[in-house]
């Protein structure tokens, strides 16, 4: 067998074990079947997205009391943050709001946007709210937290911030409250996850396959070395 068709062999098992599949299974969660005509909608217990797939639970809730509410365009109050359609608001204020898979499946974050309850016009409000993010890793390592600042900034009525947590890898679980001494309210929409698909595992048969081909690669080569042969002039 040749060298380089050996390598070839090796080669194919490697990459046959850190393909990822090409289809994703990216989902937008915006909140928009929420919306009514007129007036806020009312979520009691957890929200889970029409998908089935994700829920969005907050601390202390339970079925028999308001856990979420909708945003409306009512003034200083609420935002529209998609022109007209609708975002989420932690009813319960400061209380821990997390996201997670009903099937446990990890799931990877893009951008989502942020936005203070109030509006900071003549003064009003806190110039920025500070918001704990933790993220809990599919792998069984140590949660990381971190605290990031969005602004709400004076003479507006509201400051809408999309954060993007596309660098934070594969999650079983993401949360966030309110840091700041305020009333907590903060609004959320545009929710982008992705089903984190693994890498592909070898299985024991490629991995023998692996081994073989390094052997009879290392073989070749000391046998080059000894039929190599020195010519002089």
């Known amino acids: ?9 090796a080669s194919a098992v490697i990459a046959s074990s850190t393909l990822l599949p090409t289809a994703g299974h990216a989902t937008l969660i915006d909140f928009n079947e929420l919306k009514k005509p007129s007036g806020e909608t009312y ?3 957890a929200y889970t997205d ?3 797939d994700y829920q969005l639970s907050a601390g202390r809730c339970s079925s028999s009391n308001t856990c979420f509410i909708t945003t409306v365009n009512n003034g200083r109050r609420n935002i529209d ?3 007209g359609q609708t975002g989420l608001t932690n009813f319960l204020g400061s209380a821990v709001a997390t996201l997670s898979r009903l099937d446990s499946e990890a799931f990877t974050l893009g951008t989502i946007d942020f936005a203070y309850n109030y509006g900071n016009q003549s003064g009003y409000g806190p110039t920025e709210v ?4 933790t993220f809990t ?12 600042f969005i602004p709400n900034t004076a003479g507006e009525w509201l400051t809408k911030t999309s954060l993007d947590f596309s660098g934070y890898g594969a999650l079983a679980a993401f949360s966030w409250k309110p840091t700041t001494s305020t009333s907590g309210f903060i609004q959320f ?11 592909a595992v070898p299985e024991p048969a490629s991995w023998a396959m692996l081994t073989l081909g390094f052997g009879l690669l290392g073989g070749a080569l000391r046998s080059g070395r000894r039929t190599g042969r020195t010519i002089f002039a």
């Open 1 to 9: 067998m040749k060298i380089h068709h050996i390598a070839a062999v």
């Open 43 to 45: 979520v009691y217990g």
């Open 50 to 52: 029409p998908t089935g």
């Open 81 to 83: 943050f998609d022109a």
């Open 130 to 133: 500070g918001l704990l993010f």
């Open 137 to 148: 890793f599919a792998d069984g390592s140590d949660p990381l937290s971190e605290t990031i």
């Open 189 to 199: 929409d545009n929710i982008n996850v992705d089903l984190a698909i693994p890498a």
